[in-house]
T-cell receptor
Framework: SQQGEEDPQALSIQEGENATMNCSYKTSINNLQWYRQNSGRGLVHLILIRSNEREKHSGRLRVTLDTSKKSSSLLITASRAADTASYFCATDERQGGKLIFGQGTELSVKP | DTGVSQDPRHKITKRGQNVTFRCDPISEHNRLYWYRQTLGQGPEFLTYFQNEAQLEKSRLLSDRFSAERPKGSFSTLEIQRTEQGDSAMYLC????????????FGPGTRLTVT
């Protein structure tokens, strides 16, 4: 079963704009991860944030985590057409155990 | 490092037949996971192994599904008496226990049950 909700379900922006995706989850976690999936391809890990962290950066990605609200957000700055993909958050309750995925946000970046 | 590989990439089978999928993880990874993904949904956990031990199996997984990792390297996922509802993408992932806990996914096996 899915852990929680992602919002929005779909997002369409112009190249150069920022994209923000939100994720909510239901249980206590050890860490939260974001993955990208291009059409017809496998999932690629983007970034991991631990439960004791509030913000993390990696290149054009910025992730925040609010464990009191059981929510996370992924910000992609200066988006590119190549960022077009589905983005999933996934929670890990036991540090290396199973991942529980959200339903994903479908991002479309128009050139 | 060739990444996680899965075989076959596509499988079409008739309802009631048995199918078996194979996953080869990244060589130094000792954890191996199976997920199922249907169109428009996120992956759903099925089971995972640490070395050859199966540590957890989803309660949603029927008895028709079985997975093995006999020597702690590759893994197989078998579905017996397939049903149309089994049609999905089956994803395998691996991770290194003392690593950063991110999982590396294979390209998946797309199963179509007719």
């Amino acid at each position: 079963s899915q852990q929680g909700e992602e919002d929005p379900q779909a997002l369409s922006i112009q190249e150069g704009e920022n994209a923000t995706m939100n994720c909510s989850y239901k249980t206590s976690i050890n860490n939260l991860q974001w993955y990208r999936q291009n059409s017809g391809r496998g999932l690629v890990h983007l970034i991991l944030i631990r439960s004791n962290e509030r913000e993390k950066h990696s290149g054009r990605l910025r992730v925040t985590l609010d464990t009191s609200k059981k929510s996370s957000s992924l910000l992609i700055t200066a988006s590119r057409a190549a960022d077009t993909a589905s983005y999933f958050c996934a929670t890990d309750e036991r540090q290396g155990g199973k991942l529980i995925f959200g339903q994903g946000t479908e991002l479309s970046v128009k050139p | 490092d060739t990444g996680v590989s899965q075989d076959p990439r596509h499988k079409i089978t008739k309802r009631g037949q048995n199918v078996t999928f194979r996953c080869d993880p990244i060589s130094e990874h000792n954890r191996l996971y199976w997920y199922r993904q249907t169109l428009g949904q996120g992956p759903e956990f099925l089971t995972y192994f640490q070395n050859e031990a199966q540590l957890e199996k989803s309660r949603l997984l029927s008895d028709r599904f079985s997975a093995e990792r006999p020597k702690g390297s590759f893994s197989t996922l078998e579905i017996q008496r397939t049903e149309q509802g089994d049609s999905a993408m089956y994803l395998c992932a691996s991770s290194y226990r003392t690593g950063g806990y991110e999982q590396y996914f294979g390209p998946g096996t797309r199963l179509t049950v007719t």
